[in-house]
């Protein structure tokens, strides 16, 4: 019964760092996506993916990339990370992606950047 | 472009009072909107969504939420208030335009007291 799996759970980063948000599910989800919570601002999608092979854009995706080579898998990239990155981050799905589904998360990753 | 305000940062009441958690929306088509709830260092649970049809609709732990169309609101309600609600709330919506987008408030956070 694990939903959306997300690791770490809390990660510390210095400037210019790279690291991988990791995020998988097991429940067959073909969508799934990658939003940051700050405070004030309520969750910004960052990007999202329609299934294997396909991933698109969201409001914030500077700064971040993503693949998604199996269905269960869908990993956030920091390329080099900067302070502004500094964060909560949730990984979240739904079946297909359709308008009337509702969305499963993660339990959140803390990232400080310093 | 779509949008959702959330226009209360924290709403405090009384427990055994009702509670109300606004929301309006701005979306080019029909709406489908969501309510979901974060408590503290956990990710966001689905409590309630209007798609169609009756303007009240019902969901989980004794809440509900009222569609109104010519006022471009979806207010989250509940008759009788418990501690146990005190958490963070999410109004979120999405229309057909927008895509794979689910766009989130920046939440109020509702305050119960004993």
């Known amino acids: 019964n694990a939903g959306v799996t997300q690791t770490p759970k809390f990660q510390v980063l210095k400037t210019g760092q790279s690291m991988t948000l990791q995020c998988a599910q097991d429940m067959n989800h073909e969508y799934m996506s990658w939003y940051r919570q700050d405070p004030g601002m309520g969750l910004r999608l960052i990007h999202y993916?329609?299934?294997?092979?396909?991933?698109d854009q969201g409001e914030v995706p500077n700064g971040y990339n993503v693949s998604r080579s199996t269905t269960e898998d869908f990993p956030l990239r920091l390329l080099s990370a900067a302070p502004s990155q500094t964060s909560v981050y949730f990984c979240a799905s739904s079946a297909t992606g359709g308008w009337d589904e509702k969305l499963f998360f993660g339990s959140g990753t803390q990232l400080s950047v310093l | 472009a779509q949008s959702v305000a959330q226009p209360e940062d924290q709403v405090n009441v009384a427990e055994g009072n009702p509670l109300t958690v606004k929301c309006t929306y701005s979306v080019s088509g029909n709406p489908y909107l969501f309510w979901y709830v974060q408590y503290p260092n956990r990710g966001l649970q689905f409590l309630l969504k209007y798609i169609t049809g009756d303007n009240l609709v019902k969901g989980s732990y004794g809440f509900e939420a009222e569609f109104n169309k010519s006022q471009t609101s979806f207010h989250l309600k509940k008759p009788s208030a418990l501690v146990s609600d005190s958490a963070l709330y999410f109004c979120a919506v999405r229309d057909r335009d927008g895509g794979f987008k689910t766009i989130f408030g920046a939440g109020t956070r509702l305050f119960v007291k004993a």
């Open positions: 993916s329609v299934g294997a092979g396909i991933t």
